[in-house]
């Protein structure tokens, strides 16, 4: 599987969304599902599926689908040229 | 020698006189004398404590960035952690384990002989030992380098402005600053003084004329539900306005010397939610609390359910914080299902909003939202005033009967006000509610008035100084003071 796909599924696992559901407008906050509480269960969920550990001020970047990927990317996560 | 005294001001005139006067490179030792001064002056006994745990943290975060692994930082930063936390536990908690031990063993039978220990809590310990904690914790996640200079590491420790009650800093916000030539600005001394004056204005006027009242009622053998219920509705502006008060003069002190504390309240009881109320209150401890309990706890659970019982964790060691007696655990517990409890139901209240076409007035659903948190606040706050966990609960039993609610008893409870003190307090409390109003359509009412005319202007200022003169209660300590 890409790290695309398990990047999206990630969103539908830890956030309980359909895949229509999971778009590059996601945001935390904005949905009633990524709120605080489900920011845990993703941050625990992409530290189990790309084997990363993310400390408390990389979770406060991720607040979004695209910064999410940004912050993986630098963590050596490739999203390009898998 | 409290804030609110001529003393302090005194004191603290004369520190901002020498402080912009001396050399930079000498300042920290005239902090250092002036915070060591103010803690002797309240708590002599405890300087000792206070500097030992200063020498202590400050050699512990020396050896956790001395450690080559991360594993054996860790350990070193446990151990350092579980000293400090010896100290505040003895002072804090002894008693609070040997009576619930010695009750526990009266109920089983068994021999218990251990007597009570009279023991007086130091000032600030709980708030120095957090700082300490979130020291030595970030040290060791390698957010934050050992200080090496004891001077300015003991200010960090100690610094007068926010050492008795907050709010809790972080040394990587607070160490920089201390390093930092701070020049004279009078953009800073005037905000410090209207802080500091605001401060006093809240606190003499509201909290400790309210004081008195809400004390009647909850020392009271036999209360009517109808003074329960005004008493606890007073007693969360009084503490509202006692804390927050407090805050602000740590804010206004600090900035007149031109170091800048995190603010600590952002208008609590217009929280929407639970969750709300706790990022708008005491913001400095809900965020050490995040930052060191909950993250950490909850990291690697993938499951609402597991996250639950960490919130539920997370509240009970708020309420253990904040004192040392199960109507503190109990208050830390009814908050936390709170928040369980919303989470859990909040596509239920989505949808029953979309039922009842409340969602269609959104004004009206936030203030309903606001009236709910704000009467829940007010709850769990009947557990957080009562002195004992058999008082809190007949003072709840009293809140939750329908009765007490009569509209005809509330209006006879505020006999508990003589005429005079309501005229007064109602004049003062809808002065702080316009404050806020303003607050919430600006981002500061001090920058609004400050594009004011010089007329109005100073016409508020001397309103302020001269309430305070003429009408300030005094001569109470700060509730949170006390933790």
């Not at chain 2, 309240?265 to 709300?276: G, N, R, T």
Request: glycine share 6%; net charge positive.
């Amino acid at each position: 599987m890409k790290n695309i796909e398990k990047y999206r599924n990630a969103f539908m696992d830890a956030l309980e969304l359909e895949e229509d559901e999971v778009s590059e407008d996601l945001a935390l906050g904005e949905t009633s599902e990524w709120d605080s509480l489900g920011h845990m269960i993703l941050i625990s969920t992409m530290e189990d599926v790309f084997d990363v550990s993310l400390d408390s001020e990389w979770m406060s970047e991720f607040d979004s689908y695209k910064s999410g990927m940004a912050l993986l990317d630098r963590l050596g996560v490739d999203f390009v040229n898998e | 020698m409290t804030f609110i005294s001529i003393e302090f001001l005194i004191f603290f005139t004369a520190v901002v006189f020498m402080y912009y006067l001396i050399p930079h490179r000498f300042r920290w030792m005239l902090l250092l004398v002036a915070s060591y001064s103010f803690y002797a002056s309240l708590s002599g006994y405890f300087v000792l404590l206070l500097l030992i745990s200063t020498v202590f943290s400050y050699f512990t975060g020396i050896a956790i960035e001395k450690q080559e692994t991360k594993k054996q930082k860790k350990r070193v930063m446990l151990a350092g952690i579980c000293v400090l936390l010896f100290f505040l536990g003895w002072f804090k908690y002894f008693n609070f384990v040997n009576d619930s031990i010695r009750a526990l063993s009266g109920y089983m039978g068994w021999h218990y002989a251990l007597p009570y220990q009279e023991l007086i809590l130091p000032l600030a310990i709980s708030f120095y030992t957090f700082q300490a904690v979130s020291y030595l914790v970030d040290i060791s996640r390698g957010k934050q380098k050992a200080e090496r200079h004891f001077g300015y590491f003991s200010i960090y420790f100690a610094f007068f402005p926010q050492l008795v009650a907050g709010p809790i800093e972080r040394a990587k916000k607070l160490l920089p600053q201390f390093k930092v030539e701070q020049t004279l600005q009078v953009e800073n001394i005037s905000y410090g003084m209207k802080r500091i004056a605001w401060g006093f204005f809240k606190k003499t006027l509201i909290a400790d004329r309210l004081a008195p009242i809400v004390a009647s009622v909850y020392d009271s053998p036999d209360p009517t539900g109808s003074q329960i219920v005004l008493a606890t509705i007073l007693f969360s502006i009084q503490l509202y306005a006692d804390f927050s008060a407090l805050s602000d003069i740590a804010i206004g002190c600090a900035r007149m010397l031109g170091i800048r504390l995190t603010e600590n309240f952002k208008q609590p009881h217009f929280a929407v939610s639970i969750a709300d109320f706790w990022s708008r209150w005491h913001i400095t401890l809900s965020t050490w609390l995040r930052d060191y309990i909950f993250v950490p706890l909850a990291k690697g659970k993938k499951k609402r359910s597991e996250i639950y019982l960490v919130i539920i964790i997370t509240f009970l060691i708020s309420g253990i914080w904040h004192g040392a007696a199960w109507s503190f655990v109990l208050w830390g517990l009814i908050h936390g299902i709170y928040r369980v409890f919303g989470d859990h139901t909040k596509h239920t209240r989505a949808k029953m909003a979309a039922f009842t076409r409340l969602d269609r007035l959104p004004a009206l659903h936030t203030w309903m939202k606001i009236a709910v948190t704000f009467l829940l606040v007010c709850f769990s706050r009947v557990f957080f005033r009562s002195g004992s966990v058999a008082d809190a609960f007949h003072h709840a039993k009293l809140f939750l009967t329908p009765s007490a609610w009569n509209p005809a008893g509330l209006i006879q409870a505020l006999e508990l006000f003589s005429l005079l003190d309501l005229v007064i307090f109602s004049f003062f409390f809808i002065i702080v509610q316009l404050f806020h109003y303003i607050e919430r359509k600006n981002t500061s009412t001090w920058s609004w008035l400050s594009q004011r005319p010089a007329f109005t202007r100073y016409a508020v200022y001397i309103l302020i100084v001269l309430s305070v003169l003429v009408f300030g209660a005094s001569g109470r300590g700060f509730v949170y003071g006390g933790f």
